[in-house]
């Protein structure tokens, strides 16, 4: 759990006997940070041990996931920095490399191999063969703050990623290993794209392979939920469609989620949380 006031929770989901409702049980905070500084987004690195935070100071850091480790007042210092608020971050699958985004309508790509291996003596040397995935920064693609960041497939030539955008715009963008990036699709969601998860199995996922569809839940702060798919259609061109909007909520929809199982019905459960309004709905499509 990401917190106001410079740290992380940890909770366990512990259940203690047979068909007895799980109960969520606090096991420790770890302070990273002073207790004035937000921690607005945070996701485990790919080798398990660290932990990547976006923070209301601009920064992106990366910590140790370690209590001792948090002790050490020694370690300071950021991985890459954002003119304002750093919303949300995302790493690529081989943890050596990550994308940011933040209030100044930027989004950025930083490579981590050799900034930190002082910090994590398990982060690996990079080795992208030839062709060197070299870091960069482009605040022309959206219209405002970039608040969410979610890679779908790279290869060789460069990767393909998913943003969110105050600007209530979800794009589909394609980040050459050499030129300018280029926005391959994009959508108008009619509301800020706050957060972005994929949905279809894990197992169907290839990153070797471009994907022919992608299903995709967002939330979209004062628009609700909208379910939808990104495909390529007969000119062999990415295009967003919207499935389904999820409209109950009367504030911020900043939290969404969904249960991996699909019902005898071919349906979903969702979760979906709102802001002022302290609202939780759980519904099916």
């Keep these: 759990m990401a917190t106001s006031t410079g740290s992380i929770g940890?909770?366990?989901?512990?259940?203690?006997?047979v068909n007895t409702?799980?109960?969520?049980?606090?096991?420790?905070?770890?302070?990273?940070f002073p207790e004035d500084v937000l921690v607005t987004a945070f996701l485990w690195h790919p080798n398990g041990s660290s932990i990547g935070m976006a923070l209301t100071t601009g920064e992106i850091c990366l910590r140790p996931f370690n209590s001792d480790t948090v002790r050490d007042a020694s370690i300071s210092g950021s991985v890459t920095a954002h003119e304002l608020e750093a919303w949300t971050l995302a790493f690529t699958t081989d943890g050596l490399g990550l994308y940011s985004g933040g209030d100044d309508s930027t989004i950025k790509f930083t490579e981590l191999a050799g900034n930190h291996e002082h910090y994590f003596e398990d982060l690996v040397e990079a080795n992208y063969g030839e062709v060197r995935r070299m870091p960069w920064?482009?605040?022309k693609i959206h219209g405002a703050g970039v608040t969410?960041?979610?890679?779908?497939?790279?290869n060789s030539e460069g990767i393909m990623v998913l943003t969110g955008s105050y600007d209530d715009t979800i794009r589909l963008i394609h980040a050459?290993?050499?030129?300018?990036?280029?926005?391959?699709?994009?959508?108008?969601?009619e509301g800020g794209v706050w957060r972005l998860k994929r949905l279809d199995p894990e197992n169907t996922r290839s990153d070797s392979q471009a994907p022919?569809?992608?299903l995709l839940l967002a939330s979209c702060m004062h628009a609700g939920a909208r379910i939808l798919s990104l495909q390529k259609d007969f000119n062999n061109d990415w295009q967003f469609r919207v499935l389904a909007k999820f409209e109950e909520h009367k504030s911020m929809n900043y939290g969404s989620d969904s249960q991996p199982?699909?019902?005898?019905?071919?349906?979903?459960?969702f979760i979906t949380t709102s802001f002022y309004d302290r609202l939780v709905c759980l519904w099916r499509f």
Excluded at 264 to 269: C, M, P, S, Y
């Design 176 to 189: 050459p290993v050499v030129g300018r990036r280029a926005v391959l699709a994009e959508t108008n969601l």
């Design 261 to 269: 199982r699909i019902n005898d019905k071919g349906q979903r459960t």
């Design 10 to 17: 940890i909770y366990h989901l512990v259940k203690t006997a």
């Design 21 to 32: 409702v799980p109960e969520i049980a606090y096991v420790q905070t770890l302070r990273y």
């Design 137 to 139: 920064s482009d605040n």
């Design 212 to 214: 022919d569809e992608i």
């Design 148 to 154: 969410a960041i979610l890679p779908i497939h790279s």
